[in-house]
Nanobody
Framework: QVQLVESGGGLVQAGGSLRLSCAAS????????MGWVRQAPGKEREFVAG????????SYADSVKGRFTISRDNAKNTVYLQMNSLKPEDTAVYYC???????????????WGQGTQVTVSS
């Protein structure tokens, strides 16, 4: 069992930065690939970024490449999403999720966090 708790969301102006964190409970965190998925109002959830269990492999949606960076610290059971050059279209609820699929982007997730709101004003 893995429990995920996101933090770091908030309101930021376009061009600004935020860093999201996702703290995981459970001793098996390092065995999961991790992903960040977002959902904007009226839209379906979309993959944002993923990172393999070791941290060596990452994957990004085209819409965030070059602006967002995913990383993880297995010693701290935490995954991060550094978001730079934010745009109004990045506004969404951002979810952290854990996957045992061993594929990036993960086709499915085993555990989800509750989400954190990111709002980018123009």
């Amino acid at each position: 069992q893995v429990q995920l708790v996101e933090s770091g969301g908030g309101l930021v102006q376009a061009g600004g930065s935020l860093r999201l964190s996702c703290a995981a409970s459970g001793r098996t965190f390092s065995s999961y690939d991790m992903g960040w998925v977002r959902q904007a109002p009226g839209k379906e959830r979309e993959f944002v970024a993923g990172i393999g269990w070791s941290g060596r492999i990452t994957s990004y949606a085209d819409s965030v490449k070059g602006r967002f960076t995913i990383s993880r610290d297995n010693a701290k059971n935490t995954v991060y999403l550094q978001m730079n050059s934010l745009k109004p279209e990045d506004t969404a609820v951002y979810y952290c999720a854990a996957s045992s699929s061993r594929r990036l982007p993960p086709p499915e997730y085993d555990y989800w966090g509750q989400g954190t709101q990111v709002t980018v004003s123009s």
